[in-house]
């Protein structure tokens, strides 16, 4: 997979992945996590090399997650990047906790992972800055 340069720095990669994902689909993704949860909305976000979306809910309870998408190469993909955000909890409370990996291919044709939606940018939001 070839990455984007632009004046010198690299860019994010090319998705890899596309799928058309609904309204039912995202319910039961979150229904799979706990039964109780009722999707409000759901929207695509920008970054990252995998397709990410942050989905809502009904009822001011209840945080935004996030639905990571993985593709089928790196099989280890999921796992590593829950390991790597385990060791940042030790240095900051702003890592992400991997909530649920699903690998089963169950509900979706590819692998994903939900996790809470944390406030700020992507990691690749920074690439350009020098601080």
Known sequence: MAARVVQGLQMAP??????????????????NL?????????????GGSTEVYRIDFAGADCEPLVLKIYPDEPEWGPAK?????????????????????????SLL?????LLPLLPGRSLRGWVAEPD
């Open 81 to 105: 990047e829950k390991l790597v955000a385990g060791w940042f909890t030790e240095l900051t409370p702003l890592a992400p906790k991997w909530l649920a990996i699903d690998e089963s291919r």
């Open 14 to 31: 090319e998705r890899r992945t596309t799928l058309e994902l609904d309204r039912e689909t995202i319910q039961r993704i979150v229904q």
């Open 109 to 113: 044709p590819l692998r994903y992972a």
């Open 34 to 46: 706990d039964p109780g949860l009722v999707a409000d909305g759901f929207a695509r976000l920008h």
